[in-house]
């Protein structure tokens, strides 16, 4: 019986985002406090029914943005919540400070020591990444031949933290 075996490594870069990319962090944050007032009134259900109770809202909102940022902008909101049993515990909207974003891995390609990533359909931020050691660049050399394959990345305005994965180490050796 043969199986593939994968694996997963997250590293955090140092990074400079374009204009864009800070633009989106902001909005990520008025996305996450959004959908953090929608939580309010959900107290019983599964993360999909949540998503899917404020889908056609969420894109009336932000029609322009990629709709992978509503599944993690609401994923970040159902998360925070979800960690405060009784509602009256859960922090309020004006306190929160959302300084990053989630971003998911279709939206993202690596590129000369840059990470692109898609705002909208034919819109891009742009992440220069400042890799700090010789394994780092090494690792950005890698993913840049295809050994590895972007997972998940969170931005904030100083640094990126990106997952890099493996699907098939046997096929690579």
């Not at 590293?11 to 929608?38: G, H």
């Not at 590129?111 to 992440?127: C, F, I, N, Q, T």
Request: with cysteine; aromatic share 12%; hydrophobic share 45%.
């Amino acid at each position: 019986m043969a199986f593939a075996m994968g694996f997963t490594l997250s590293e955090v870069f140092k990074c400079e985002p374009d204009d864009e990319a800070l633009r989106l962090i902001s909005e990520f944050a008025a996305m996450v406090k959004w959908w953090v007032e929608k939580a309010r009134d959900f107290h019983a259900g599964s993360f999909e029914a949540f998503r899917k109770r404020h889908y056609g809202e969420w894109v009336e909102r932000w029609p322009n943005l990629s709709a992978q940022l509503i599944h993690t902008s609401a994923a970040s909101a159902y998360s925070l919540m979800r960690l405060y049993k009784k509602p009256e515990e859960r922090p309020k909207i004006a306190e929160m400070d959302v300084q990053h974003v989630v971003l998911h891995p279709k939206m993202l390609k690596l590129s000369g020591g840059k990470l692109r990533v898609s705002v909208s359909k034919g819109d891009y931020a742009y992440v220069a990444l400042k890799p700090i050691s010789v394994y780092q660049s090494r690792l950005l050399e890698q993913a840049e031949a295809g050994w590895w394959r972007l997972g998940q990345a969170v931005l904030t305005r100083g640094w990126v933290a990106i997952s890099f994965v493996a699907d098939d180490l046997d096929e690579q050796m």
